[in-house]
């Protein structure tokens, strides 16, 4: 069954961290291109940041840079969104994404129309 499912997400006051896991399987995650997204109510879901199947090259919206790191490990098939600082506009439902690279190339891209491969999102509010 191909299945992605996300965990980490929670309340947390601003300034302080969360880490989001994305765990895969039934398909290829070593071949595939991992993405976060995360959509707030009322908005469009946007693109979070991706990280690349071959050389784990990694692309963030300008909002996260300096604040957010994703990462994978190839043993354990997981993905990881370490999410630093956080602010009140960060308050989303977050995604995580997969997409095989034979189809899309060798670089991830933050569009959501390129991924199809979703997880069910985990909720983060940060609020005092």
């Known amino acids: 069954q191909v299945q992605l499912v996300e965990s980490g997400g929670g309340l947390v006051q601003p300034g302080n961290s969360l880490r989001l896991s994305c765990a895969a399987s039934?398909?290829?995650?070593?071949?595939?291109?991992v993405g976060w997204f995360r959509q707030a109510p009322g908005k469009e879901r946007e693109g979070v940041s991706c990280?690349?199947?071959?050389?784990?090259?990694?692309h963030y919206v300008e909002s996260v840079k300096g604040r957010f790191t994703i990462s994978r490990d190839y043993g354990r098939n997981t993905a990881y969104l370490q999410m630093n600082n956080l602010k009140p506009e960060d308050t989303a439902v977050y995604y995580c994404?997969?997409?095989?690279?034979?189809?899309?190339?060798?670089?991830?891209?933050?569009?959501?129309?390129?991924?199809?491969?979703w997880g069910q999102g985990t909720q983060v509010t940060v609020s005092s």
């Open positions: 994404a997969a997409v095989g690279s034979w189809t899309t190339g060798p670089r991830c891209v933050l569009r959501v129309d390129e991924y199809d491969i």
């Open positions: 039934g398909f290829n995650f070593d071949f595939s291109h």
């Open positions: 990280i690349s199947s071959s050389d784990a090259s990694t």
